[in-house]
């Protein structure tokens, strides 16, 4: 059994230190109140079984907790005033330094809780440090200066999630959908330096890639591009090239229009290919000041081509970037594996649907793509338009910000739709399954305590929002002043885009499976649980519209993507309830409104019945199905996506990519316990050594390939398939 001390290190725990630290607290008290030695050995003992019993890490204030209780239990009141003392004097001692213990453990490399705690970011690489130091030091002005005692409290016992808190102390907002189209047609300045409209498709892609990496560097989200803002440059690529073909080929007499086109097209893809493996490679390799590649999502919706030959010119970018993201990107050893990012989606529409439809191919090979390295995402573009209306009463489909973060319907001053350009401020989220919990039960008790809970949270994104108000667009001038996010002056704030709908602010919410099993006995699934599931949905909109009235600022309900924070509130419910089954008694709780992990059910019964959730998630969702190896069997790939257009808005499709690097097998690396640890072995030769393998795995919307905490890795191993 392991345990995480207070500073994040993870040692092999030790009966002796609870027997020494009783018999601390034993000696201090009177003779007459003194336990025995055999009732501080059976207090030691029974310790060391209940944190056994929750089959995971447990941390040094959990063993405390329990160690209080048991020496209350045998009447030692004496000695539990002693030990209660003792605490709290450490405590006090702690409070007036709060990060130097936690940044030497990042700077040695074992704090064990910050090596799981993201799953793209590799702890032990310098610039990750640096951030995670940074982050240090911005947590504690958080806790300590910046946020309300109670909003802390709360986020500390795991009633809501403050999100990113490692970057509040700056005027940072969350994700956004970059204007790649703004930049790239009028141009842009990066470090200084006006880069002004590409005269070649090439150039287009490498300024794209220095647009993400600084874009990066300024928000600590996700962030979004549309290949359609590169399908322009196509044509000037072209016109290029065939000037320079017919005048190489008029120096030997050849004038044939259909001899320079052929060639021209031919050279014309060469230079699409080397654009999109500078988009691949450059995101892929980049590192961002927060020490991780830039977290972006690339779109590609045919929808969005203002004429057919842009639409064709999108058509050959997006089988490029298809094509090569099927080949992937080669590991240390040079093998071919799957990268994180980018993420891509892709949008199915009537023209790529159906087999016969002009673009079918592309969809084929969109589906070869996902059985082979898990992306694309699919986005319908037939139920978007039915749920994504604007004020003009028009439909309208467009990319997340990053994993699943979605814009809420806009139009500006003109009356026009606007998406590109547009943000999101920021994140709290809710936990249903403590709402519950805390109700015993009782409904009426649930709803009390689930308002008292949402103002909590209300007034926690406020704190979020006002963190915001007043930044000037100095703060970010890649944001703010030269076209990812608007044009602002210098010195200017960035108020205005904080209200009336421009940006978003969302309140996020988690483990619906859990709270309804608690309050109905049955998962959400169950046609009698489900309307009480979605009353709860319905709720929580309520409350958003509420707030966006009395605040002109866009608040919008999001499916959480918990990735380590599963865990943490997982923790946090066995602490404050105990282990309840089929409540509390994994080591994670279930993302938004998901179907549970361990739930059978089919593909197509989880998405048909999802998408009824998804609709009453605005401000972001994602539903997923797992699947096997499908490589061998892409028609059945297509059969899903194909109801996935008929039947959900947003969706994918998780299967598995590994690669051993000691033996080369690529099959499936499996998950084992040891000691009550959960640990990742190659099924082939047996290797356990996470620097020597590589492992993706869908985690919350996106891939992660740098390992996940124990909660999170419990959820991965209980996975059961759809398909």
Request: hydrophobic content about 35%; some cysteine.
């Amino acid at each position: 059994m392991k345990i995480i001390k207070r500073n994040g290190a993870e040692v092999a725990f030790d009966i002796e230190k609870i027997v020494a630290a009783v018999e601390k607290a034993n000696n201090e008290v009177s003779e007459g109140a003194r336990l025995t030695e055999e009732q501080i050995r059976e207090i030691a003992e029974k310790v060391t079984a209940l944190a056994g019993d929750l089959n995971r890490a447990v941390s040094v204030e959990e063993i405390q907790d329990f160690v209080e209780n048991q020496i209350m239990d045998y009447k030692a009141f004496a000695v539990a005033r002693k030990y209660i003392t003792y605490r709290y004097t450490r405590s006090l001692v702690r409070r007036a330094n709060t990060t130097d213990a936690q940044i030497l453990t990042l700077i040695e490399c074992n704090n064990e809780e910050v090596k799981q705690e993201n799953s793209n970011k590799n702890p032990t690489v310098n610039s990750v440090q640096r951030d995670y130091m940074a982050g240090e030091v911005s947590k504690d002005l958080t806790r300590r200066i910046l946020l309300p005692p109670d909003i802390v409290a709360a986020h500390d016992e795991g009633l809501i999630h403050f999100h990113d808190a490692d970057y509040f102390a700056q005027h940072m907002h969350n994700c956004d959908l970059v204007n790649l189209e703004d930049m790239l047609q009028n141009g842009t300045v990066i470090s200084g330096t006006f880069i002004e409209k590409p005269h070649s498709f090439s150039t287009a892609c490498n300024i794209a890639t220095q647009i993400i990496a600084q874009v990066a560097s300024n928000q600590y989200g996700g962030q979004s591009i549309s290949l359609t803002h590169l399908a322009p440059f196509v044509d000037i690529s072209r016109q290029k090239i065939r000037s320079e073909v017919a005048e190489e080929l008029a120096e030997v007499g050849i004038t044939d229009e259909g001899h320079i086109n052929k060639i021209a097209e031919k050279r014309l893809r060469e230079e699409i290919k080397k654009g999109i493996q500078t988009i691949q490679y450059q995101v892929v390799t980049l590192l961002t000041t927060n020490g991780q590649a830039p977290f972006v999502t690339v779109f590609m919706y045919l929808g969005e081509a203002r004429n057919p030959r842009e639409k064709d010119d999108l058509a050959m970018i997006i089988e490029e970037t298809l094509n090569q993201r099927i080949q992937g990107v080669k590991n240390e050893s040079g093998v071919w594996v799957t990268p994180a990012f980018p993420k891509l989606i892709y949008v199915l529409e009537e023209e790529n649907v159906r087999e016969g439809s002009k673009y079918w191919y592309l969809t084929e090979l969109a589906a070869r793509c996902t059985a082979k390295r898990m992306v694309p995402d699919y986005i319908s573009e037939k139920k978007m338009l039915e749920y994504k209306i604007d004020k003009n009463g028009e439909g309208h489909c467009y990319t997340c910000m990053g994993c699943r973060s979605f814009l809420t319907p806009y139009v500006d001053e003109n009356g026009k739709p606007k998406y590109y350009g547009r943000f999101n401020q920021g994140v709290v989220t809710i936990n249903l399954v403590d709402v519950a919990l805390s109700s015993g039960g009782d409904m009426d008790e649930f709803w009390k305590i689930f308002d008292e809970r949402l103002e909590l949270c209300h007034r926690a994104l406020m704190e979020r929002h006002n963190r915001l108000k007043g930044t000037l667009s100095d703060a970010a001038p890649i944001l703010w002043q030269y076209g990812a996010l608007a044009r602002l002056k210098k010195g200017e704030t960035i108020d205005k885009l904080l209200y009336g709908g421009y940006s978003t602010i969302s309140l996020g919410y988690a483990g619906l499976y859990e709270c309804t099993k608690y309050m109905t006995g049955k998962s959400h699934t169950d046609a009698e649980a489900k309307p009480f599931a979605l009353s709860v949905m319905q709720h929580m909109n309520d409350k958003c519209k509420e707030w966006k009235a009395k605040h002109n600022i866009d608040f919008s309900l999001y499916g959480t993507p918990l990735e380590s924070t599963t865990y943490k509130f997982a923790k946090a419910l066995q602490k404050r309830f105990g282990v309840i089954p089929g409540v509390t008694d994994k080591n994670y709780i279930t993302n938004s409104y998901h179907v549970h992990v361990t739930e059978e059910i089919d593909a197509f019964t989880k998405l048909k019945f999802e998408s009824e959730f998804q609709q009453l998630s605005p401000g972001g969702a994602i539903s997923y199905v797992e699947v096997p190896n499908m490589q061998d069997n892409i028609p059945a790939v297509l059969a899903v996506m194909q109801y996935i257009y008929d039947n959900i808005m947003y969706a994918e499709l998780n299967t598995k990519s590994d690669y051993c690097q000691v033996c080369g097998y690529d099959g499936e690396i499996r998950i084992v316990e040891e000691d009550g640890k959960l640990l990742w072995e190659c099924p082939h030769c047996h290797n356990r050594d996470q620097t020597k393998m590589n492992v993706a795995r869908r985690t919350c919307g996106y891939i992660g390939t740098q390992y996940w905490n124990q909660g999170r890795t419990q959820e991965i191993r209980d996975r059961v398939l759809h398909l």
